[in-house]
């Protein structure tokens, strides 16, 4: 593992030079892939309040821009800690910010193409997380993000059906609560005052420079990835990088899953995190999607194992660990492969028989954990594990918990 090791240098507002161990001291966290557009034609304030999972020196908000011919001017970015959630805006508290590019803001970078995220980081902020006292372990921390308004409507995470309000109280105590105002709220922290949480945002995430050894792990696919369970965006990579936390090194989770994209949309956009500011120590995805269609071909399967192989390729000319999980079964009721689903179970058994016989090769038998019984040539998911046949549901991401967590164990070295 040494060439994830490397240091990397990032300039901060003062144009003071930050060396981070990219291995042991930056954290991503991102709360989902999914993106959606909103009106906004004044100035807002967006503010995330949000835990990470491990103590930092400084902090930068992530922003994503799917528009290929529009770009968007956040002017000033601001962050503060707090103790505790009993004030979760924190507006009397002590804010620290920084005006991007000399003053003027700064406008985010198209999208590369429909279908695609630009991700772009504000400057680093220097502040220290602190001590919890509201029982919490969590460091909890309040970014915000002065937006200019726009006609082409602001990008953000979630399209506007997704809810990520109940993540105000998820249990994990892994918590956002997202909300925002009209005005500008970092120049003047003291009058926002909304506690209405929504769930939408335009800061799609947060990067820190950790106090302690933190590995990133990235989600990257389609709905299996962005999750389809009580708390969306949570699913199995998450709860598997939570067991896999320890006092020692902190695994943190960012979620960058897009329901309802094909494997061409999807790993695409893992090119593009990639060649991004915000690319992890492992990057996790599937080999496959249901959203390849109706009837499956050797075509289809063929396109899919070229682009994989690509990305793996990417990983490892960009020092990221590449882990796979072998395409999941669908009942016949959603998607009728019939017995094209041979290709599927073949694919998926010339992975695992690649990865057993490798040392560089990471792949999780996430297939077999949720394979049920035979249906017209059709393999079904695991009676209990899903609740539309197509997703797995808590139970069956409780299963795939234990799948992941050993191949990323195995992969990093944990």
């Not at 699913?235 to 006092?247: R, V």
């Not at 694919?347 to 490798?358: C, Y």
Request: neutral net charge; proline residues 4%.
């Amino acid at each position: 593992m040494s060439d994830l090791t490397t240091k990397f240098r990032q300039k901060d507002s003062n144009d003071r030079t930050l060396a981070i161990n990219k291995w042991q001291n930056v954290g991503t966290r991102i709360f989902g892939g999914r993106m959606g557009t909103y009106s906004q034609s004044a100035t807002y304030t967006h503010q995330i309040t949000l835990t990470v999972e491990q103590h930092f020196d400084a902090v930068r908000i992530i922003h994503a821009n799917t528009f290929k011919n529009g770009s968007f001017v956040t002017t000033t970015v601001g962050a503060s800690v707090i103790s505790s959630l009993t004030d979760a805006n924190n507006s009397g508290g002590t804010w620290y910010s920084v005006i991007d590019d000399s003053n003027r803001g700064f406008c985010w970078a198209m999208s590369p193409a429909d279908s695609r995220i630009e991700y772009n980081l504000s400057e680093w902020i220097p502040i220290k997380s602190i001590p919890r006292t509201d029982g919490g372990t969590l460091p909890l921390l309040v970014v915000r993000s002065v937006i200019k308004g726009n006609t082409l409507g602001i990008p953000c995470v979630g399209d506007g059906s997704d809810v990520f309000s109940n993540w105000a109280t998820n249990p994990s105590g892994r918590i956002f609560i997202s909300r925002r105002q009209q005005g500008d709220f970092v120049s003047s922290p003291t009058g926002f005052s909304s506690t209405t949480n929504l769930n939408q945002s335009a800061i799609v995430g947060v990067q820190y420079a950790s106090r302690g050894k933190v590995i990133t792990v990235m989600g990257n696919g389609d709905s299996i990835t962005d999750s389809r369970g009580t708390y969306l965006g949570q699913g199995f990579i998450y709860s598997a990088c939570q067991e896999l936390t320890t006092p020692e090194i902190a695994v943190e989770y960012a979620n960058c899953g897009w329901s309802g994209q094909s494997p061409q949309e999807f790993y695409n956009r893992g090119f593009d995190i990639l060649q991004s500011e915000i690319k992890p120590d492992v990057l996790v995805f599937p080999s496959n999607s249901p959203n390849i269609g109706e009837i499956m071909n050797e075509t289809i399967i063929n396109t899919s194992a070229g682009l994989r192989n690509a990305l793996i390729a990417e990983c490892t000319k960009k020092g990221v660990i590449p882990v796979m999980w072998t395409m999941l079964p669908v009942n016949n009721s959603q998607k009728n492969f019939g017995s094209s689903d041979a290709l599927r179970v073949a694919d998926n058994l010339q992975l695992t028989t690649l990865a057993a016989n490798s040392n560089y090769v990471f792949i999780a038998d996430t297939a077999t954990a949720l394979s049920g019984t035979t249906i017209d040539n059709q393999v079904q998911m695991l009676i209990g594990s899903t609740d539309d046949g197509i997703h797995p549901n808590d139970t069956g991401n409780d299963i795939l918990k234990g799948v992941i967590k050993e191949t990323i164990k195995k992969a990093t070295g944990l």
